[in-house]
């Protein structure tokens, strides 16, 4: 049987889907590493563009099409769907938003697999070999043995090529917050793999940078800490010395300058860290309670990464009840003046499955409800709820500004050196600044797609002044961020 693998994508929207490079669709690896022999398979990943799929799903081709889906790819999802059943193909769909919707999903697919589907995924394509593909199939959360979690690191789609390797070292993350679908699809327990299989697929990754996916590689006890400082000596000494990495993690690894100097001595060069908000009130919002702890330390956990050789890749998500027009620009104002080196600040967004999503259709604050066709409007680009404290117009707009700052001001090699003087690492400047040239590119192509749905950009304003005045933050500028109420 020949399996077609895809990975469908918005097309509203530009970057956040690749972050400047092609990163790959790893749970489709993952899938293509369990197809029982005798099967071929080929993955198409539409961040490469849509004319393979819509040239190539015939029944001549493939004979079952496979797809997974975030939320905002599902309309893309379902229009292949259709293009499958007209030429007569079987086609299944699973992932975090048919899991999350699957009834939804059912009607535009012949088959819907809800959850983590490693251990049924071969049953899968032995009922669809056998043409008895079941109308819907129930995932477990198994554990990461016996190969479980491993990817085919040598497939590359067919219709592109990647440019990072990824791997998956853990699932599961008991932080749960409101607007994150990870512990409803993973789990809250962080599950690991075994160490050995983990050094053995590391060695085998094609590619010189590798992205470790975990959504939270250190863990935040004890428990998870020692695990992780034994995997990254082991790393160090058996895993491929050519290969540098970067991660996502919590604040709290700044902590430990014993796993920070692991992590770099086996070639970590970047954290990805959900700082979401300086907000304290929305940070009780979101169930995010480690980094309320930690809020009022921040300048000393960050600078424990940089003392590593370590840089900072921010998440920050703007629209939260407690932010108003000007919390993009006083947001961007902090992660300058704190020294994050590479910044990423999105609309917050509802996803279903989701508490957030739940929370806020509840009160009638979600707008975007055209479904399917708004689906793809659920970017992290677009604002698709009602605020508490400003129009979705201004938080739109707001972040439609600070794209056109990215992508029209000279910003990236400031950028670059403050990160050398704070790692004193050339690798990790290298890192940092082509990452920041990825997205200064990313803005640069999102701008036109802003002022056709927004309208041009108003470059005189309160708001402009005080995006402007970011850029020139040091560390020596006083806090810009407005304190909350007390938790």
């Known amino acids: ?86 030429a007569g193909i079987p086609c299944i769909m699973g992932g975090p938003h048919a899991s999350a919707v699957p009834d939804e999903a059912a009607t535009h697919f012949d088959s819907v697999a809800i959850g983590e589907c490693d251990l049924i995924w071969p049953g899968i ?99 998870h800490a020692v695990w992780a400082k034994e995997l990254m000596d082991r790393i160090g000494a058996k895993g491929n010395r050519r290969r540098l990495w970067f991660s996502q993690t919590t604040i709290n690894m700044g902590d430990d300058a014993d796993g920070l100097r692991k992590a770099y001595k086996c070639g970590c060069r970047g954290m990805f860290v959900g700082f979401e908000t300086f907000n304290r009130e929305n940070l009780r919002e979101y169930h995010k309670g480690i980094n309320r702890k930690n809020l009022d330390r921040y300048q000393e956990l960050i600078d424990g990464f940089h003392g590593a050789g370590i840089s900072l890749i921010g998440g920050f998500i703007a629209g939260g009840d407690g932010d108003d027009q000007y919390s993009v620009a006083d947001t961007l104002t902090e992660a300058i003046r704190l020294g994050v080196d590479i910044i990423q600040i999105t609309n917050l967004t509802p996803l279903p499955g989701t508490k957030m999503y739940e929370r806020f259709m509840s009160e009638g604050r979600i707008f975007a409800t055209n479904y399917p066709q708004d689906w793809e409007r659920f970017t992290f680009t677009e ?62 192509n999102q701008v036109p797609r802003d002022i056709a749905k927004f309208g041009p950009v108003k470059t005189d304003t309160p708001r402009w002044r005080r995006l402007l005045a970011a850029l020139k933050v040091s560390r020596k500028t006083p806090r810009q961020i407005a304190e909350p109420t007390p938790a």
């Not at 669709?25 to 799929?53: K, R, S, W």
């Not at 309309?75 to 769907?81: G, H, N, P, S």
């Not at 129930?138 to 040598?154: D, M």
């Not at 000279?410 to 400047?429: D, Q």
């Open 125 to 223: 394509v032995n009922d669809a070999a056998a043409g008895r593909m079941q109308k819907r199939y129930q995932g477990s959360l198994a554990e990461l043995t016996a190969g479980i979690g491993r990817a085919r690191q040598n497939l590359d789609p067919v219709n592109g090529k990647y440019d990072v390797s990824c791997i998956q070292t853990s699932r599961g993350c008991p932080v749960g917050c409101e607007y994150c679908s990870v512990t409803n699809f993973n789990g809250a327990p962080i599950r690991r793999r075994p160490m050995d299989d983990i050094i053995e697929e590391w060695n085998q990754t094609t590619k010189p940078f590798i992205f470790v996916v975990d959504d939270n590689f250190f863990g935040v006890g004890e428990k």
């Open 1 to 86: 049987m020949r399996i077609a693998l895809i990975n469908p994508i918005t097309r509203l929207s530009d970057g956040y889907h690749t972050i400047g490079t092609f990163i790959p669709q790893l749970g489709l690896q993952v899938l293509a590493q369990l197809v029982p022999p005798g099967h071929e398979v080929e993955l198409i990943d539409e961040c490469f563009g849509a004319d393979f799929t819509n040239a190539n799903i015939r029944k001549d081709r493939y004979d079952l099409v496979a797809v997974t889906g975030y939320t905002s790819g599902a309309t893309r999802a379902y229009e292949i769907a259709a293009m499958a059943r007209k």
């Open 383 to 444: 604002t698709v709820y009602n605020p508490r404290k400003m129009t979705a117009a201004e938080l739109d707009e707001a972040i439609c500004e600070m794209r056109y700052l990215a992508a029209t001001k000279s910003w990236v090699w400031k950028r670059t050196w403050r990160t050398w003087r704070m790692t004193r690492s050339l690798t990790t400047t290298l890192f940092v600044h082509g990452m920041n040239k990825g997205w200064k590119r990313i803005a640069s």
